[in-house]
């Protein structure tokens, strides 16, 4: 089985841009968080979906950034506008209840 | 809400030397997970624990969980070069979903 892919692996952008990250879960796993990554405040949770649906939404940053899960198997989280402070590794992971995560290899986001 | 503090933040050793990080909990777990990181990658999944007073090995890899479930430790013996990375405990508690990740530790092993 594959793992969980994300794209972009890399993402420079200036500021104000739209940035959209995605995730592809693995084939039967039926949740999915993402989370982001900085040296200051390490691994942050920002939203997770169960079956489709947005279950926790409070780590989300603010209105800035919003999550979709369209079908079971995919996901993106849109930033729109970035900002400087927004830099960071995004790594989305698919979850089968009540086991360990399973992490992509992550998206670094540069923004200018 | 649950916060999970590991200790210490960074560690390095001569290889060949034992290393030990910690995470204690502000709450009671449900369970742990330990995760590890190497540099430029995402975190993999090691172990879980469940039960109180639980002892888990993976070779050299050493897991323990508290007897109250608020505290955990990973005892990595005789470091190899292959063991640098950081190290992250997460602690599952309340909903079924949701683990909270330490700051983690970050290894290096000088050969």
């Known amino acids: 089985d594959a793992g969980v892919i994300q794209s972009p692996r890399h993402e420079v952008t200036e500021m104000g841009q739209e940035v959209t990250l995605r995730c592809k879960l693995i084939s039967g796993h039926n949740s999915l968080f993402w989370y982001r990554q900085t040296m200051m405040r390490g691994l942050e949770l920002l939203i997770y979906f169960n079956n489709n649906v947005p279950i926790d939404d409070s780590g989300m940053p603010e209105d800035r950034f919003s999550a979709k899960m369209p079908n079971a198997s995919f996901s993106t989280l849109k930033i729109q506008p970035s900002e400087p402070r927004d830099s960071a590794v995004y790594f989305c992971a698919s979850y089968p209840p009540i086991r360990e995560l399973f992490f992509g290899e992550g998206s670094r986001l540069t923004v200018l | 809400g649950q916060q999970v503090m590991q200790i210490p933040q960074y560690q390095h050793v001569q290889e060949g030397e034992d290393f030990t990080t910690y995470c204690n909990s502000s709450t009671t777990l449900s369970n742990i997970q330990w995760y590890k990181q190497r540099p430029g990658g995402h975190p993999v999944f090691l172990i879980q624990?469940?039960?109180?007073?639980e002892v888990k090995k993976q070779k050299r890899l050493t897991f323990q969980f508290g007897e109250a479930k608020k505290n955990s430790s990973l005892h990595i013996t005789a470091t190899q070069t292959t063991d640098v990375g950081t190290y992250f405990c997460a602690g599952g508690g309340g909903s079924n979903y949701k683990l909270t990740f330490g700051k983690g530790t970050l290894l290096t092993v000088n050969p």
């Open positions: 624990l469940v039960k109180s007073g």
